[in-house]
C-alpha cells in the first residue's frame, strides 16, 4: 500500500496525536467513512494500528513505536512496527494562503 497519498499521510498524523474512531477520523480528514474503513483495515494488516472495542465505537490506535522530527519545514513520522519493519511518513509544511 502506499503511504504517499496526502490522506493516508493525514490519517497517521492524527492517529499520533490521539486514538479515533472511523466517525472522528472521517469528519477530521474530510473524507468518507468507508475510505476511512478501508484504509485502516490496510493498515492493520500491515501492523500499523491496531483496533479496541469499546462499546459500539471501534477506536484505532498506531502500534509499535513512535518517532517524530522536524525536518526543514516538513515533519518527518517513523512508525516502527513490533515486527522491526518501519515506515517514514513526511508531511509538508501546509501552503500559505494569501
Request: proline letters at 3%; hydrophobic letters at 35%; charged letters at 25%.
Amino acid at each position: 500500500m502506499s503511504l504517499a497519498g496526502e490522506g493516508r499521510r493525514r490519517m497517521l498524523c492524527e492517529l499520533a496525536l490521539a486514538p479515533k474512531d472511523v466517525t472522528t477520523l472521517s469528519r477530521r480528514l474530510r473524507r468518507t467513512s468507508s475510505r476511512i474503513s478501508q484504509d485502516l483495515t490496510r493498515l492493520r494488516r500491515l501492523g500499523l494500528v491496531r483496533l479496541e472495542r469499546n462499546g459500539r465505537h471501534h477506536i484505532y490506535y498506531l502500534t509499535g513505536r513512535i518517532g517524530a522530527a522536524v525536518v526543514g519545514s516538513n515533519v518527518s513520522l517513523s512508525l516502527i512496527a513490533s515486527d522491526g519493519s518501519r515506515v517514514t511518513v513526511i508531511v509538508p509544511a501546509p501552503k500559505r494562503t494569501r
